[in-house]
């Protein structure tokens, strides 16, 4: 089992629609949660983070952490077509500053 | 401000030449660096990362080698390019506990 798991997409949605997107991971240590934003042929860029469980929201972005089920999920509402990007999870493990853990990412198309 | 450069953008090259690519980091001292490798449908592979001048790991065995001499400055290097060397590659600091901040990456292809 791969410690973080992400369906890869593609997802394609109208504007204005309510996107979820979402992981799940095996390793119980994660306590760092992050989402990243890649256009094409870009860096990934950190959008959200959270630290263990519960929510944090910012402008159209929530991000959600379920620990008891290993689910990290991201929303956003009223997608717009600069939205249309590959968006990452990422975790790791409390403490020192160790490696980072990513999904595959979920390509996201949002169509005017 | 903090800033991270990587050079090429784009490469073209063909099997059994050499490769360099090189970052830098500004606005920070000590920095963690790393390089990933990114394939499509892959997503980001840690080919290798660096605490100090002259510390490298190695995540996977690879054709691949690092060098870190100067503090912010790191070196992604091969001695003989397979096809499977094409990707997307990503220089990485990290900033605190919530990640890293990437450079604009070079995109590879051996041919």
């Known amino acids: 089992q791969k410690e973080v798991e992400q369906d890869p997409g593609p997802l394609s949605v109208p504007e204005g629609a309510i996107v979820s997107l979402n992981c799940t991971y095996s390793?119980?240590?994660?306590?760092?949660f992050m989402w990243y934003r890649q256009y094409s042929r870009k860096g990934p860029e950190l959008l959200m983070y959270?630290?263990?469980?519960g929510n944090k929201e910012d402008g159209r972005f929530t991000a959600q952490v379920d620990k008891s089920s290993k689910y990290i999920s991201l929303f956003i509402r009223d997608s717009q077509p600069s939205d249309s990007a590959t968006y990452l999870c990422?975790?790791?493990?409390?403490?020192?500053?160790?490696?980072?853990?990513f999904g595959k990412g979920t390509k996201l198309s949002v169509k005017p | 401000s903090q800033t991270i450069h990587q050079w090429p953008a784009t490469l073209v090259q063909p099997v059994g030449s050499p490769l360099s690519l090189e970052c830098t980091v500004e606005?920070?001292?000590?920095?963690?660096l790393y390089w990933y490798r990114q394939a499509a449908g892959r997503g980001l592979q840690l080919l290798f990362y660096?605490?100090?001048?002259?510390?490298i790991s190695s995540e996977v065995p690879q054709n691949l080698s690092a060098s870190r001499p100067q503090d912010r400055q790191f070196i992604l290097s091969s001695k003989k390019l397979l096809l499977s060397d094409s990707g997307f590659y990503l220089c990485?600091?990290?900033?605190?506990?919530?990640?890293?901040?990437f450079g604009s990456g070079t995109r590879l292809t051996v041919v």
């Open positions: 959270t630290y263990s469980s």
């Open positions: 606005g920070t001292s000590n920095p963690n």
């Open positions: 990485a600091w990290i900033n605190g506990p919530y990640g890293y901040t």
């Open positions: 390793n119980s240590a994660f306590q760092y």
């Open positions: 990422a975790m790791r493990r409390g403490g020192s500053q160790g490696n980072l853990i």
């Open positions: 660096s605490v100090g001048i002259g510390q």
